[in-house]
Structure formats: structure tokens, C-alpha cells
């Protein structure tokens, strides 16, 4: 069974730019997450999906931060524009429904110059 | 607020036993998680505890007492590709969100 899968695994752009990130979750999998881990922490939640809906996106910046989940499957994660301090690793995961046991795909490491 | 509390790094000898300790505090509680993150890799799930106890899976062990707000994960036999970053991680079934922790850094010396 295929796990999670996210692309680019990195991408580096200027300040100001817009970036996107691309999660295709394990098939059958209803509930997507998309967090953000800064180096030494733990990943934190941006936005949990159910289905195509988005049942949890209270730590998104949505000044500049964006996502979608069409067909509740596949998700996309768009940053526009980018700050310096959006410097970190994306992560995308997905479980059955909401669950103690995550799924994690391998992660974007984005750098913003 | 929510919050978990737990070492950031632990040091121990290959063939050892080390117990990382996980304090949390967080609302509407429903069970607490433990990851493994290599560097430059995915978090990939070790264990849930819903309910007091220990629960066995191999070398990884982990316990968790609810009227202490205290869990642990217990690695038996270190071997060194054990070290790694070991995340608790409390799961609101209210919410469904997961919060984790800082992270504990382990290192497996010869």
C-alpha cells in the first residue's frame, strides 16, 4: 500500500513569491492534515480536512495561507506571498477519520530567501 | 492553553533501556500518541494509549495514567538506528486534533 505522498520534497524561492504544495493521501483515507514543523519542534496543525471539507482551519494565516481538497482527496497547500518566516518543513498525514494514529507523508522542506 | 512537557534529549548506550516521560495538559483528552522521526524524515506512528496502562508492541512499550496527566514510551535493547526524535502527542477527540509535543531527542552511543 502506498503511503503519503507530497511533492516537491524542497523548494527554495524569494520573499514575495508564491509557492504551492501538493499531498496525495492513502487511498481510502478520509480526514487529511496539513501541519508545519519548525526545526526542533513538533509539527504543528494548520488544517485538518473531512472529506473535501475543512472542519479545522483555525491556525491558518489566512492573510496568505490557502488550501483545497477537491474530491476530498488529493490537497493542495498555497503560500502567496511567501515571508521569511514561512521557512520550514510542510508536512502533510492522513488517517481513516480522526485519530490518535497519523499517516505522514515524507514532507516539503520549503526555504524562502 | 494546551500543552505537553517532555525532555529534549536523552543519551544511552546501545543494548540499554531508556523511559522518555511525557507530561500533558490539554482539554478534552482522549489519548496520547507517540512518533519517531528520523532527521530529514516523516513522523511515523508508534503508539496510542487511550486508557491507563502499558501496552507492548516489540522493543517500544508505552504507558500512559490519565489521573497523572503522565505517559511514557520505554525502548528496550537500543539498537542505534533508535536514534531519532520521539514526539508525544495528545489526541483531542472533541477537536480530532493532535497536539504534540517539542520533541525528545535520542541518542544511541556505542
Known amino acids: 500500500e502506498a503511503g503519503v505522498v507530497q511533492s516537491p520534497r524542497y523548494k527554495i524561492i524569494e520573499k514575495k513569491q508564491p509557492v504551492a504544495f501538493w499531498c496525495n493521501p492513502i487511498s481510502g483515507h478520509n480526514t487529511l492534515y496539513w501541519y508545519l514543523q519548525n526545526l526542533g519542534q513538533g509539527p504543528e496543525l494548520l488544517i485538518r480536512y473531512e472529506n473535501e471539507e475543512a472542519v479545522d482551519d483555525s491556525q491558518l494565516p489566512k492573510d496568505r495561507f490557502s488550501a483545497e481538497r477537491l474530491k476530498g482527496v488529493d490537497s493542495t497547500l498555497k503560500i502567496q506571498p511567501a515571508e521569511l518566516g514561512d521557512s520550514a518543513v510542510y508536512l502533510c498525514?492522513?488517517?481513516?477519520?480522526?485519530?490518535?494514529?497519523?499517516?505522514f507523508g515524507p514532507g516539503t522542506r520549503l526555504t524562502v530567501l | 492553553g494546551q500543552s505537553l512537557e517532555q525532555p529534549s534529549e536523552v543519551t544511552a548506550v546501545e543494548g540499554a533501556i531508556v523511559q522518555i516521560n511525557c507530561t500533558y495538559q490539554t482539554s478534552g483528552f482522549y489519548g496520547l500518541s507517540w512518533y519517531q522521526q528520523h532527521d530529514g524524515g516523516a513522523p511515523t506512528f508508534l503508539s496510542y494509549?487511550?486508557?491507563?496502562g502499558l501496552e507492548e508492541t516489540g522493543r517500544f512499550s508505552s504507558f500512559l495514567s490519565r489521573s497523572d496527566s503522565y505517559g511514557y514510551l520505554l525502548l528496550q535493547e537500543l539498537q542505534m538506528k533508535d536514534s531519532a526524535s520521539y514526539f508525544c502527542?495528545?489526541?483531542?477527540?472533541?477537536?480530532?486534533?493532535?497536539?504534540f509535543g517539542q520533541g525528545t531527542t535520542l541518542q544511541v552511543k556505542p
Open positions: 494509549n487511550a486508557l491507563d
Open positions: 502527542a495528545a489526541y483531542s477527540g472533541n477537536t480530532g486534533k493532535l497536539i
Open positions: 498525514a492522513s488517517s481513516l477519520r480522526g485519530s490518535g494514529e497519523q499517516f
